[in-house]
Nanobody
């Protein structure tokens, strides 16, 4: 069993910053890619950013230059630093990881954390 737990969401004014964290725990042998997705009310879940096991990163155009993803392999954590936040960044943010456990390679989702940006 593998769990991903996010933290760090909250309410912030436009232009402000928040830092999200996600910790993986359980019987995981190795974590490969780690990603953040988000889902705004009434919209589909969308990909935000990915960091590979080799620390290569990719970002959606909507957050490029404002968000930064990082990871700590020793702690099995991934973080998302969000700067210059906009009201359109309001969403539930989900952590996702692909990892190797006793049952093979699988994808795992966190429960989500709410980010609200007021104008």
């Amino acid at each position: 069993q593998v769990q991903l737990v996010e933290s760090g969401g909250g309410l912030v004014q436009a232009g402000g910053s928040l830092r999200l964290s996600c910790a993986a725990s359980g019987s995981i042998l190795r974590i490969n890619d780690m990603r953040w997705y988000r889902q705004a009310p009434g919209k589909q879940r969308e990909w935000v950013t990915t960091i590979t096991s080799g620390d290569n990163t990719n970002y959606a155009d909507s957050v490029k230059g404002r968000f930064t993803i990082s990871r700590d392999n020793a702690k099995n954590t991934v973080s998302l630093q969000m700067n210059s936040l906009k009201p359109e960044d309001t969403a539930v943010y989900y952590c996702y990881a692909t990892g190797v456990s006793g049952v093979g390679v699988r994808g795992y989702w966190g429960q989500g954390t709410q980010v609200t940006v007021s104008s």
